[in-house]
């Protein structure tokens, strides 16, 4: 069980090395991190449905002879919910790495592992 969700996300990572190689996904980085980590995790989780389809049609040709049987085997049920488990997990790995890449790696990591100073006020009370 443990060694086939190894498998998956190995084969997951392949897919988003893949893509961004390709420089898939930086139409949007003007915009808004929300659009663009929701953009990012849509075009991902579709190319990793694609290899998805792709390794379950190879699959099936090679337990079976020929494409006809091995399409009409695949259970594309079970790849659209696993591409939709796998858009939802992306949206909020790609709205971090937005938000790493808007506000500089350096910055990004004193945020969120060393926290922000605190405010200072005056005797007033002001901030």
């Not at 498998?7 to 090395?17: E, G, N, P, R, T």
């Not at 579709?46 to 494409?67: D, G, P, S, T």
């Not at 399409?71 to 488990?85: F, W």
């Amino acid at each position: 069980m443990y060694c086939s969700a190894l498998i998956d996300v190995l084969s997951i990572a392949k897919v988003m090395l893949v893509g961004e190689y390709a420089d898939r996904g930086i139409r949007l980085e003007g915009e808004p991190i929300i659009e663009s980590a929701v953009y990012k995790a849509f075009l991902f989780g579709l190319l990793v449905f694609v290899f998805h389809v792709v390794e379950e049609v190879v699959k099936e040709l090679l337990h079976r002879e020929n494409l006809a049987t091995a399409l009409r085997e695949m259970r594309l049920d079970d790849l659209a919910m696993r591409g939709v488990v796998i858009f939802c997990t992306f949206i909020p790995l790609f709205g971090f790495r937005e938000l790493k890449r808007v506000l500089g790696e350096e910055t990004f990591y004193t945020l969120l592992f060393r926290g922000r100073p605190a405010a200072r006020t005056d005797i007033s009370g002001k901030v």
